[in-house]
Nanobody, 122 residues
Framework: GEQLVESGGGSVQAGGSLRLSCSAS????MAWFRQAAGSEREGVAF??????????EYADSVKGRFTISRDNDKHSLYLQMNNLKPEDTALYYC?????????????????WGQGTQVTVSP
């Protein structure tokens, strides 16, 4: 299977920004998940590419601050994170789904990256 590769994580102060990248082939459904220490992994954002449009969805906790996008020519998925908060600290994963449809159900995703750490200090 394809191995997705994330990059762009790091340490920032609250209010700062980071842009995560994920190197991957183009799939109709791609998403970002995150897992904080001691917590379960959760969906952050997904992008569902349809014939003539794309649909995005965000977790309530990141709406208005994070933006998911993709560049098929560059085989890349992005997550622009603005106004970061300490509670955004987590290991961030990109994931891709082969089958039709798109949501935050982890078992539906076929390929995963190893994760990139994001740490936000107060």
């Amino acid at each position: 299977g394809e191995q997705l590769v994330e990059s762009g994580g790091g340490s920032v102060q609250a209010g700062g920004s980071l842009r995560l990248s994920c190197s991957a082939s183009a799939y109709t459904c791609m998403a970002w998940f995150r897992q904080a220490a001691g917590s379960e992994r959760e969906g952050v954002a997904f992008i569902h590419t349809l014939i003539d449009t794309s649909v995005t969805e965000y977790a309530d906790s990141v709406k208005g601050r994070f933006t998911i996008s993709r560049d098929n020519d560059k085989h890349s998925l992005y997550l622009q994170m603005n106004n970061l908060k300490p509670e955004d600290t987590a290991l961030y994963y990109c994931a891709a789904r082969i089958s039709w449809g798109c949501n935050f159900r982890e078992p539906d995703f076929d390929y995963w990256g190893q994760g990139t750490q994001v740490t936000v200090s107060p």
